[in-house]
């Protein structure tokens, strides 16, 4: 079992930035593929950024040259940073981890998920 904690959101104006953090538990992490994902209200939950055990990435197009997914398998975190934040990328943010290692926007790929962390850009 992998627990998950998201942490960094917040109210940001537009074109502000913004560094999300998730820390996971367990002596695996380096083997794990991490995603992020955010759900806006009324609207399904969307693939946001990814990064597999290679350190490969891979992103949604709405977020591709805004924000940048990175890790530290000393610390067992994964990093969202955003910039150039739009009022649509209000959300919560979740952080999740592949057992596989691999990195994709498939939500079923993910066997552990975190509690969210808010982000609301204001106009």
């Known amino acids: 079992q992998v627990q998950l904690v998201e942490s960094g959101g917040g109210l940001v104006q537009a074109g502000g930035s913004l560094r999300l953090s998730c820390a996971a538990s367990?002596?695996?992490?380096?083997?794990?593929?991490m995603g992020w994902f955010r759900q806006a209200p009324g609207k399904e939950r969307e693939f946001v950024a990814a990064?597999?055990?290679?350190?490969?990435?891979l992103y949604a197009i709405s977020v591709k040259g805004r924000f940048t997914i990175s890790r530290d398998n000393a610390k067992n975190t994964v990093y969202l940073q955003m910039s150039s934040l739009k009022p649509d990328d209000t959300a919560i943010y979740y952080c999740?981890?592949?057992?596989?290692?691999?990195?994709?926007?498939?939500?079923?790929?993910?066997?552990?998920w975190g509690q969210g962390t808010r982000v609301t850009v204001s106009s």
């Open positions: 990064i597999n055990r290679r350190l490969s990435t």
């Open positions: 367990g002596r695996s992490f380096s083997n794990y593929g």
């Open positions: 999740a981890a592949d057992y596989f290692g691999g990195s994709n926007g498939i939500t079923s790929s993910y066997e552990w």
